[in-house]
């Protein structure tokens, strides 16, 4: 079946502009997390969701960064007034249920800011 | 806090040769669980195994084998008669009990180890 598709792949944007990441996770994953993967690291916890709830936000960096699952579905990742300290892949994974499920990961978005 | 290194930062083989990947963890949790995720070229994070903590048995997944050992905090991943298309980034990682008690699976990262095996 599909797996976690994100979307851009890619997006270059100027500092101090605004940017949505899109994450569609497998169909009846209830749990999706976002991460953030910059060059020569690993990826780094951001948040989760367990179904339209963040249940943990703690890795979000500062009150730029902001994600919603209106749906329990998909999810959206959203960046204000980007710095080009947050130029990263940004990586989205879900999993069947949270708790001891394997997590499937997207092949994520590039963001860089110029 | 939670942390896992890498010490290995690239490792170059020759096909058909075996190579241990390295990985050590810091915790202060009595359960946990480790990872390990294999990233190729084309970016995407595939997971490979879980570990909790009180299961310190090796396990074999064809080439793949990997030593738990607590009493060294350390989680190593061996790949056998390796092949080309094992060329990738892999990572270790680490998930205290305490977040997945919370219902989050927060893992945290090794900084990878990049294999290259050659042909």
């Known amino acids: 079946g599909a797996g976690v598709s994100q979307t851009p792949s890619n997006k270059v944007t100027e500092k101090g502009k605004y940017v949505e990441l899109r994450c569609d996770p497998i169909s009846g994953h209830t749990a999706l997390y976002w991460y953030r993967q910059s060059l020569g690291q690993g990826p780094e916890f951001l948040i989760y969701f367990q179904g339209t709830g963040a249940a943990d936000d703690s890795g979000l960096p500062n009150d730029r960064f902001f994600a919603v699952r209106p749906e329990g579905s998909v999810s959206t990742l959203k960046i204000q007034r980007t710095e080009r300290g947050d130029s990263a892949v940004y990586l989205c994974a879900s999993s069947l249920s949270g708790y001891l499920s394997p997590l499937h990961f997207g092949n994520g978005t590039r963001l860089t800011v110029t | 806090a939670q942390k896992v290194t890498q010490a290995q930062t690239e490792i170059s083989v020759v096909e058909k040769e075996d190579v241990t990947l390295d990985c050590v963890y810091e915790t202060r949790d009595t359960t946990y669980y480790l990872f390990w995720y294999k990233q190729p070229p084309s970016g995407e994070l595939v997971f490979l195994i879980r570990?909790?903590?009180?299961?310190?048995q090796n396990e074999i997944s064809g080439r793949y084998s990997w030593n738990f050992q607590k009493s060294t905090s350390s989680f190593n991943f061996t790949i056998t008669a390796s092949q080309v298309v094992d060329s990738a980034v892999y990572f270790c990682a680490l998930s205290e009990d305490s977040y997945s008690g919370a219902g989050s699976y927060q893992l945290t990262f090794g900084k990878g180890t990049k294999l290259s095996v050659i042909p």
């Open positions: 570990r909790n903590s009180f299961d310190e």
